[in-house]
């Protein structure tokens, strides 16, 4: 069309735009949520965001939680500490688990003192008891993926990771760890 | 269980939660974060099969009619049946607003007459529990029942059984002695507002009992049906929380902190549905502090929220502190507040420092919008 030398025009879009197509992206515009003020603002009755709504009660904040500039939505139960993360609907996290910087989707389950730290965890995947995930002094070259850079590591949803396994840094689980599994 | 429809009485003009009720009926109360008391019956009812259910109003019911709409969140937007807003009629038999449940169901006798279903569940709408009725119908059925009460066993004489209809259950499940809203009352077994009876039975006793001036289904009714008719109780034995003081309102929501009340009420494959308001998560800041709380969706939490329930779209600003309390839709708590068992109902505004304390078994109540 330039070579015909037809009306071609340009706009000039200023608002937030990401193009999201990679796992790094994904949890890059996730955490623009959580930035305050957020850089994508979607608390904004007079343009909402329309979604498909699971009706779950309330989310719980258990007395011992900490919860430090997160993303919290219905049906979660959160038990643990969660840090500069966001919980999709249904997640449990459990008493002594910690979650920083991760995307946790619905229905996952934390449980008793695991560890996620830069993760994207997926829908209904189970990390068992003590569990690390993004641990940056475990080789988990098993599970490298050129999907996953940039320190995140992902959990495939349904994923069960057995208590007390360690995955390290740029990980990308997509069976099941532990004895007897795999 | 098909071959049931429901009814909602949802008013009942002798009870009133002073300033909560006072642009609502009691089933349009917010409870438990996002719900409103009505999601309870109105859920129980479509998880037991119902497809039918007409709703009884009498005054002030536009905010429970802008909630159920057109019943869309239960399923009950339907061609054939489902949901019916069934106020007064302002002329005519009834003569307009009502004085009692009779007045009310006697306007509700068109919609009996047009139905088709062998059996009614007639319910209030400030029961919290999550049941369904196949097995109090089954029971209604082997007993060859003409009314059968739903009720539970509170075990300890409280205040509340002095505002409820008490009943006397022999050992075959048959009642055999009532009373409401007795001042000693007899046993401690509580009705819990629902009654399942033939629907032709139920048109035939409400044009009785209207034809002889009553006004009550329970004192005109029920009273002189346990002695004249095949009156049968079922017990329910899941968590129940009435609402009908707004102590008993306080209570029944803070008892949703406790994770086995919790897991009653919501955890069951029956959920409870509400209108779904498409709201964002909610948003914790780097200060919040949280325990012990429910929280909806839509929030921003700066502050400290100790045991209590907050609603969505409320926000609660840096140094807040929170505790035992409820706080409705949309309302913002500035910074610094102090706020200690306190009911603070929709849209109200607290500026910057405020403090309201109220007592644990007497909390204080905010009126919707007000600006503090």
Known sequence: ?182 | MKDMMGIVMADNSELTLNELTELRSIPALPFGGRYRLIDFILSNMVNSGIINVGIATNINYSSLMDHVGSGAPWDLNRKIYGLFMLPPYVRGGAGGISTGSIDQLYGVLTFLRRSRQQYVVLASGRTVCNMTFDEALKLHIEKDADITVVYRDVKEKNDQLSRSNVYEVDENGRVNGMETSPRYPKTTLQGMGMFIIERIKLIELIEDAYARGSHDFVRDILMTAVNSHKVYGYEYKGFVGIVDSIRSYYETNMKMLESDVRRDIFGSENRIYTKVKDQVPTQYGKTAEVSDSLIADGCIIEGTVENSIIFRGVHIAKGAVIKNSIVMQNSVIEENCDIENVIIDKECTLRQSKRLVGQPNYPVILPKRTLL
């Not at chain 1, 999201?20 to 904004?44: C, K, R």
């Not at chain 1, 449990?92 to 830069?118: H, M, Q, Y």
Request: contains cysteine; proline residues 4%.
């Open chain 1, 1 to 182: 069309m330039l070579g015909n030398g037809e009306n071609m025009c340009a706009y000039a879009f200023d608002g937030y735009w990401k193009d999201v197509g990679t796992v790094q992206s994904l949890w890059e515009a996730n955490m623009d949520i959580l930035q305050e003020p957020p850089a994508f603002e979607l608390n904004d009755s007079d343009w909402k965001i329309y979604s498909r709504n699971p009706v779950k009660p309330p989310h719980y904040i258990a007395k011992g939680a900490k919860i430090n500039n997160c993303c919290v939505t219905e049906g979660c139960n959160v038990y643990g500490d969660i840090k500069h993360s966001i919980l999709f609907e249904g997640v449990t996290v459990e008493k002594g688990a910690v979650v920083e910087d991760s995307i946790v989707f619905p229905g996952a389950v934390i449980k008793e003192n695991a560890v996620i730290k830069k993760a994207v965890i997926g829908e209904e995947a189970v990390i068992g008891k003590g569990a690390i995930i993004g641990d940056e002094n475990t080789d988990s070259s098993q599970y490298a993926s050129p999907y996953c850079t940039g320190g995140i590591s992902l959990i495939g949803g349904g994923i069960i990771i057995a208590d007390g396994e360690k995955i390290g840094i740029n990980s990308m689980v997509a069976s099941e760890t532990g004895k007897g599994e795999n």
